[in-house]
């Protein structure tokens, strides 16, 4: 008998998932394959996941578990320790091998690595697999072995590599019921995902959030063929424009691998326009660059990576509350980055361009920490990464590896006037704009950012 159980994590899809196939492709019967997800909330350093991300989450595993049903394939549900709770499914289905995707961050890497020795002691193989990223962080060095710091260099090393082609998904095996029975005689219980209780209740903040996102396989596999096909070849022109729907908006289907890399890279052969495909691969090269930096350095969710920066006197979101509490209900009184803001609350989602207005306005205007940020974001996006969000909170706030220079600071008013000439973004996201309703700017732009100067100044020495 050969039983795998396939442990997904950040790798929710049939399509493209090497682990899953290969699990499929040793299999005889129903049953040889199980699909398990366990909700780890718990173990030691792994962050819970944020409110947006979880409803995210509650979609998609309701979506792989038909998507696995259609193949004969059961998708167990568990919450709790994995450390625990694999080896004792492992041994209650009399499973005899383990497969999983592999992860990069640091307590992630360290968990697996543990499990495959526990495992291994109980004489079950655990295999890992790449699944993620389109290069495995330690295969990309510089020419003196080491991790890129800058991207220009990372991405001409990764995007001049072979992108593996993406694979199908695995062939049925059997129906499901079968291998339903098969776990029914053995007692294991299939679990539900409304026990993992991930979508919010009092308040439902995410009442209409059904139709602004369809969190499905089948949903991300429609999202980018309609991007490639109807909106893509605009992108080198209107992708900064946070009212255009120039951009993918592929980042959730990314983030809980719905997506994987190699099926957007692959899918971005489609744009006709030269300079639109170039650019669209590189942004997409930003992705697997914030993971080879959280891979190579795990402490930069919550570190500086310039470690000058650590004298710099931000405050923390506690010592200015009120300023904060503004800033995260869009009531700063500069619309460009209130309109971000407030879309963040109703979506989940933000352009990229706003993001980046929002961040340097609370980081260099405000004076406020970019992690009290960083954590806000990690809340409310649906896309909430591990490795992309603070990756480019330290990109804006001027202390990560390669950061936006500390003295280029995003003028909010100026970037609305160029990036949103017509209001449209803003009007769309503030009702009240424009009347008394609305307030007034919460800083002068000219002081505060004379003041961050300063304190940089202060901090490199160079005053
Ligand atoms: P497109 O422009 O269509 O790009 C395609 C894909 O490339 C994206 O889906 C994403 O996977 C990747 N990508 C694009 N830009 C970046 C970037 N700067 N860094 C990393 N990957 C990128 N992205 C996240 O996926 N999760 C986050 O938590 C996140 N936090 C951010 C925080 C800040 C302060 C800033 C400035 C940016 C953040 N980004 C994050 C990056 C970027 O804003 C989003 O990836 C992008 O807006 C997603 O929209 P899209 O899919 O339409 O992007």
């Known amino acids: 008998m050969s039983r795998t159980i396939h442990w997904f994590r950040d790798d929710l899809r049939v399509w493209d998932n090497p682990s899953l196939r290969a699990a499929r492709d040793r299999a005889k019967d129903p049953g040889d394959v199980l699909g398990v997800y366990i909700l780890d909330e718990h173990s030691t350093g792994i962050r819970p996941l944020g409110g947006a991300a979880k409803w995210w989450l509650h979609e998609a595993l309701n979506s792989l578990r038909e998507e696995l049903g259609d193949r004969g394939i059961p998708l167990l549900i568990r919450s709790g320790d994995p450390q625990t709770l694999l080896p004792a499914l492992v041994a209650d289905t009399k499973a ?19 499990l495959k020795q526990r495992l291994a002691d109980q004489g079950t193989a655990a295999h890992s697999f790449a699944a993620t990223l389109l290069g495995e962080p330690w295969t990309i060095q510089t020419t003196t072995g080491g991790p890129y710091k800058v991207f220009t260099p990372f991405w001409r090393a990764l995007s001049a590599r072979d992108i593996a082609e993406p ?10 019921s079968s291998a339903s029975a098969r776990l029914t005689e053995l007692g294991v219980p299939i679990g539900d995902v409304e026990s993992l209780a991930l979508r919010p209740t009092a308040p439902n903040w995410a009442r209409d959030w059904h139709e602004i996102w369809d969190p499905t396989e089948t949903g991300a596999h429609r999202r980018l063929k309609t991007f490639v096909e109807e909106e893509a070849d605009s992108y080198h022109e209107h992708g900064q424009y946070p009212d255009a729907t120039a951009t993918s908006r592929v980042s959730p289907y990314l983030r809980f691998g719905q997506l994987s890399p190699q099926q957007v ?7 006709t326009h030269a300079e639109s495909k170039t650019r669209f691969r590189t942004q997409l090269g930003w992705r697997d660059f914030s993971w080879h930096l959280l891979y190579h350095f795990p402490e930069l969710p919550t570190v500086n990576m310039r470690a000058e920066f650590d004298s710099y006197p931000w405050k923390g979101q506690q010592d200015d509350p009120e300023t904060f509490r503004a800033w995260t209900a869009g009531r700063t009184g500069f619309p460009l980055a209130d309109a971000g803001l407030r879309e963040l609350w109703a979506t989940g989602n933000m352009h990229n361009r706003v993001r980046m207005v929002t961040a340097s306005l609370l980081v260099k205007n405000l004076g406020i920490d970019w992690r009290a940020g960083e954590a806000w974001f990690w809340d409310t996006l649906v896309d909430a990464d591990a490795a992309s969000n603070p990756v480019n909170w330290q990109w804006v706030a001027g202390c990560g590896a390669d950061a936006a220079p500390y003295f280029r600071i995003f003028n909010p008013e100026r970037q609305q006037k160029r990036f949103d000439p017509d209001f449209r973004y803003v009007r769309t996201w503030i009702p009240e704009y424009g009347t008394e309703d609305y307030p007034e700017p919460l800083v002068d732009l000219q002081e505060s950012r004379q003041n961050a100067l300063a304190d940089y100044a202060t901090i490199t020495g160079k005053n």
Request: overall charge negative; charged content about 30%.
């Open 167 to 176: 694979q199908d998904a695995p062939a049925a095996l059997g129906d499901l």
């Open 265 to 271: 890279w692959d899918a971005a052969g489609g744009i």
């Open 96 to 114: 005899d091998r383990v497969h999983w995707s592999r992860r990069y961050g640091g307590p992630e890497r360290e968990l697996d690595a543990g």
